[in-house]
């Protein structure tokens, strides 16, 4: 019998691309997370770097969640730019807002 305790578990679904794909109620729990925190990643006039790929790796490792803002002098729309970033990254997508983007990537640490 069931003690009474549900436990949320986040399943991955990749794909043979190599995608992480997420579900729709994983997606939506990662939005609502997504909105309270600042971007800590953002590409300026320089565009994607590999210095701006390096930070991302970073906050994936870091924090699992990272939000994205595209300046208006990088010269690129975000929703341009999403197919690049999850091909440098190993990462998934959760939204993309105007200029923010946010990424998702379980940590490799045991919790």
């Not at 997370?33 to 565009?47: E, H, L, M, Y």
């Amino acid at each position: 019998m069931s003690s009474g305790v549900c436990l949320l578990i986040l399943f991955f679904y990749i794909e043979e691309s190599g995608d992480i794909l997420l579900t729709g109620k994983e997606r939506s729990q990662l939005k609502s997370q997504a909105n309270t925190i600042r971007p800590t990643v953002i590409i300026g006039k320089n565009g994607l770097t590999e210095n701006v790929f390096k930070d991302i790796e970073q906050q994936l490792t870091a924090n699992e969640l990272v939000k994205i803002n595209v300046l208006e002098a990088s010269g690129v729309e975000a929703k341009d730019i999403v197919d690049e970033l999850l091909e440098g990254t190993v990462a998934a997508f959760v939204s993309q807002l105007g200029s923010k983007i946010v990424l998702y990537r379980e940590s490799e640490e045991e919790k």
